[in-house]
């Protein structure tokens, strides 16, 4: 079964700093992976997604990620941060592409970004 | 362009009274989902449904019931809640049909039960 785990409940960065959130996963096959960001009493929305087609993503708002295999990671990236990217944030995995996959989703990361 | 909607956004109730929550989108996405998301769980899926009048259990199903006799609709009860489901519940639907298929998710509806 897949599993996804998301390091630090909390990440704090100043303004203009560099935003690293880090995701790992667990999977017997190929995975399919998502980031999504969650703004205060909002649902969720998707930032990015990897589904195999290239290891490095764009999303959303200036957000990339990385796909490595060797380290079952697939770390968020902001080369700068903007007080709007205060939010909470969700790693999750699907397994495959033989129909429908449920989501995994880690416990999330809540980023503060001070001025 | 509603999307998907949910109601109520906010409820208090008291332990042993049965709870409904409502969930509508506007898409006819083939699935729709039912997390909780409480404090260092993040978001556990409750059940499923992959179209009309076929539902699946997911991570933490006891204590819910759900039903879904049209696609649109996908309500969430909670037939003599306990304190313990005091959350914030997510409604989402994805077309389906793939892995890569992204889901979005309506507002949440936050629930106390005193």
């Known amino acids: 079964a897949q599993s996804v785990t998301q390091l630090g409940s909390h990440v704090s960065v100043s303004e203009g700093a560099l935003v690293l959130l880090r995701c790992n996963y667990s999977?017997?096959?190929?995975?399919?992976l998502f980031w999504y960001v969650q703004y205060p009493n909002q649902g969720l929305q998707l930032l990015l997604k990897?589904?195999?087609?290239?290891?490095l993503v764009k999303g959303i708002n200036g957000f990339e990620a990385e796909f490595k295999k060797s380290e079952t990671s697939f770390h968020l990236t902001k080369p700068s941060a903007h007080m709007s990217d205060a939010a909470e944030y969700f790693c999750?995995?699907?397994?495959?592409?033989?129909?429908?996959?449920?989501?995994?989703f880690g416990t999330g990361t809540r980023l503060l970004v001070s001025p | 362009d509603a999307g998907i909607t949910q109601s109520p956004r906010y409820k208090i109730t008291e332990t042993g009274r049965q709870v409904t929550l409502m969930c509508h989108q506007t898409w006819s996405h083939s699935y729709m989902f039912w997390y909780r998301q409480d404090l260092g769980h993040g978001l556990r899926l409750i059940y499923y449904?992959?179209?009309?009048?076929?539902?699946d259990k997911g991570e933490v199903p006891d204590g819910y019931v759900v039903s879904r006799s049209k696609t649109e609709n996908f309500p969430l009860t909670l037939e003599s809640a306990t304190r313990s489901q005091t959350s914030v519940y997510f409604c989402?639907?994805?077309?389906?049909?793939?892995?890569?298929?992204?889901?979005?998710f309506g507002p949440g509806t936050r629930l106390t039960v005193l």
């Open positions: 999977s017997s096959v190929p995975p399919y």
């Open positions: 989402a639907s994805t077309k389906g049909t793939s892995g890569t298929n992204e889901q979005f």
């Open positions: 449904s992959a179209a009309a009048d076929i539902t």
């Open positions: 990897y589904t195999s087609a290239a290891t």
């Open positions: 999750a995995v699907s397994e495959g592409n033989t129909g429908f996959q449920k989501l995994v």
